[in-house]
């Protein structure tokens, strides 16, 4: 499983653009790269998936590079709301299984 | 998106009795479910996959004698907390993966139940 390695913690103001990123430098050929988000006393949240170049939903945008060792999150005009803990994770296709690492604590300011 | 639920949100029971917890995927089929334990201010910590019909697999240093898990049918699986103790307290949250939304490694994930031992 790649490890995966992102900042423990951020600070932002309402309205801001937050970018979260994340390394996995030993990412495998197969392996697609997923965030969650996570609000305190509950699971966890799909945010997006993708495999390489950017993804974009109503939520947030993924880019990766080519080399996929890295990614970012990215959160257009965050609110008091986005505040919570953001896991970048590594699955390998259906045979993986989802290891958490520390996570970012994302803490939004008004 | 896929809706898996948890049943209790949360417990609290005295010391040396078990605990059982459910965990449901309500609008599709579970192929495979896993179970993990969240301590506060901690991530989440894989204790265990369990396909449906076969036997769960622990991660290392997880007791599967004490915690329990039944996956007995594609939309269902649980987990007793046997003999639970005050060291048992955490927050233990459910995932689970399967033929949803048309990827089939999709994975998602219940409220979590919060284990109160007393």
């Known amino acids: 499983l790649a490890k995966t390695t992102q900042p423990i913690s951020m600070d932002s103001y309402e309205g801001q653009e937050v970018n979260i990123t994340c390394s996995h430098n030993?990412?495998?050929?197969?392996?697609?790269i997923t965030w969650y988000q996570q609000f305190p006393s509950q699971g966890p949240r799909f945010i997006i998936q993708?495999?390489?170049t950017k993804v974009t939903n109503e939520v947030a945008s993924l880019f990766i590079p080519a080399d996929r060792k890295s990614s970012t999150l990215s959160l257009p005009r965050v609110s008091l709301s986005d505040t919570a803990v953001y896991y970048c994770l590594v699955l390998g296709g259906s045979q993986g299984n989802l290891i958490f690492g520390k996570g970012t604590k994302l803490s939004v300011k008004p | 998106g896929a809706v898996v639920s948890q049943h209790p949100s949360w417990v609290i029971c005295k010391s040396g009795t078990s605990v059982k917890i459910e965990c449901r995927s309500l609008?599709?089929?579970?192929?495979?479910m896993f179970w993990y334990r969240q301590f506060p201010k901690q991530s989440l910590m894989l204790m265990a996959t369990s396909n449906e019909g076969s036997k769960a697999t622990y991660e290392q240093g997880v007791e599967k004698d004490k915690f329990l898990i039944n996956h007995a049918s594609l939309t269902l699986s649980t987990l007793t907390v046997t003999s639970a103790h005050p060291e048992d307290s955490s927050f233990y949250i459910c995932s689970a993966r399967g033929l949803a939304g048309g990827l089939d490694y999709e994975q998602y994930f219940g409220p979590g139940t919060r284990l109160t031992v007393t």
């Open positions: 609008d599709f089929q579970a192929t495979t």
């Open positions: 030993n990412i495998a050929t197969n392996d697609y």
């Open positions: 993708g495999y390489k």
